[in-house]
């Protein structure tokens, strides 16, 4: 299994990015994806999850600013990250859950001005 995120980097407060979870070694179209977080000095936080039928989850601190999606056609899910916070400074995971937890190497995403 491989997880490769892409995407991330420095942005003003307000700004947008589009992160990207390329799939390998496993039936991506069939499982469910997740995209989890790191903040400096802080612990993992689950941040969205989505299904192989489409339904998607977000925790409460993104509700309605970010948007889990995926692609099977490419083995890839996205998140599209709006009106960025500060807060959002963190180093983002995506992870799959199968016979055991795999996780991305991870992409660092800096919100500040």
């Known amino acids: 299994v491989q997880l490769v995120e892409s995407g991330g980097g420095l942005v003003q407060p307000g700004g947008s990015l589009r992160l990207s979870c390329a799939a390998s070694?496993?039936?991506?179209?069939?499982?469910?994806m997740s995209w989890a977080r790191q903040a400096p000095g802080k612990g993992l936080e689950w941040v969205s999850g989505i299904y192989s039928d489409g339904t998607t989850h977000y925790a409460v601190s993104v509700k309605g600013r970010f948007t889990i999606s995926r692609d099977n056609a490419k083995n890839t899910i996205y998140m599209q990250i709006n009106s960025l916070k500060r807060e959002d400074t963190a180093v983002y995971y995506c992870y799959y859950s199968g016979r055991d937890t795999y996780w991305g190497s991870g992409t660092q995403v800096t919100v500040s001005s």
């Open positions: 070694g496993f039936t991506f179209s069939s499982s469910a």
